[in-house]
């Protein structure tokens, strides 16, 4: 790297290649420096007082890192933060970051969202960028997301580790209801989630698994990962060597638009993949759910008897 920005190598490899006006200042890097560089073609400004280096892989992270850069005490939120926090399932993807304080600026190709309530309690400074916490970021999606996709993801945050049931319920405390955030969507999962609960699956769902084993039908893995294309889905259960899926859908989180476009478009992806999903409900009895499953595996290997 060209000297003087040899000196801020450890800068630009953290931040995607960028660097700040401010960051620049601070390592004795002046003015007219800058505008050599930027004459030179070693830096180009990308966003007020943000500079890349030119030449850097341009990347989502990249530019959402430059918003949040540029603009005064702003953390990534919303649908950003869903995608840095990986939400499953999430909103679709889109620049957006929370300020504080009286800051009135557009940000061109950024939707800017202003909270008086937004603490260090609801930030994670970790890593490249600043975001929202895990619990914070469900809360200012449930607007954009159903009460079953809310459900699912943060059930998929428990697995993971990086949710917490406790700091849930202490996020919902400090926040209100409003134009961009219903708060009943989240106390209805809290209170749907008690003392002792296990992510591995809703009661419903853990019933079903019981069922699969009294039934002596082939164990099911549990929310496995499964890939197609760009996307990653976690049916309740599979059986990957016969690529077959079941799923209990309890119908008060599957009856809004959101939902049911949402468990279209994913039953459809993973059909196309060749997978055979099997969908359960409260009004399906048990003995259903076993001639369905042991129908959907024999069609798929080779024939096995029940409680062998």
């Not at 420096?33 to 890349?52: A, E, F, K």
């Not at 909270?115 to 975001?131: F, H, M, N, P």
């Not at 459900?151 to 926040?175: F, I, K, P």
């Not at 119908?251 to 059909?271: C, E, I, Y």
């Amino acid at each position: 790297m060209p000297t003087p920005l040899a000196r801020f190598e450890s800068v630009l490899a953290g931040q995607h290649g960028l660097v700040t006006r401010r960051q620049l200042k601070e390592g004795e890097l002046g003015d007219l420096q800058l505008r050599t560089l930027v004459r030179q073609g070693l830096l180009r400004r990308i966003r007020p007082g943000v500079y890349v280096l030119v030449g850097a892989r341009d990347s989502w992270d990249r530019g959402l890192l430059a918003i949040v850069l540029s603009t005064q005490d702003s953390v990534a939120s919303h649908a950003s933060a869903a995608r840095l926090w990986t939400l499953q399932p999430r909103p679709e993807d889109r620049y957006e970051v929370t300020v504080t304080g009286a800051y009135r600026r557009t940000v061109p190709g950024a939707i800017v969202h202003r909270s008086r309530v937004l603490g260090e309690d609801d930030i994670v400074r970790t890593g490249d960028i600043a975001r929202t916490t895990f619990e914070r970021t469900l809360c200012d999606c449930s607007t954009v997301m159903s009460a079953y996709q809310l459900g699912r993801a943060l059930d998929d945050g428990l697995r993971r580790g990086v949710a917490s049931l406790r700091r849930l319920g202490e996020c919902a405390e400090r926040l209100e209801s409003g134009p961009g955030r219903h708060m009943s969507a989240i106390r209805m999962l809290l209170a749907e989630r008690g003392v002792g609960f296990d992510p591995g699956g809703s009661r419903s769902e853990l019933h079903l698994l019981d069922i699969f084993r009294r039934a002596g039908l082939p164990v099911p893995v549990q929310q496995y990962r499964v890939r197609v294309g760009t996307k990653t889905y976690r049916p309740d259960f599979a059986w990957p060597d016969q690529k077959v899926l079941a799923e209990y859908y309890g119908l008060p989180f599957h009856t809004g638009a959101s939902a049911v476009v949402a468990d279209s478009a994913r039953l459809t992806a993973l059909s196309a993949a060749g997978w055979l999903p099997l969908i359960f409900t409260s009004a399906s009895s048990d003995a259903e759910i076993v001639d369905r499953a042991a129908a959907a595996l024999q069609e798929r290997a080779k024939p096995f008897e029940i409680g062998a």
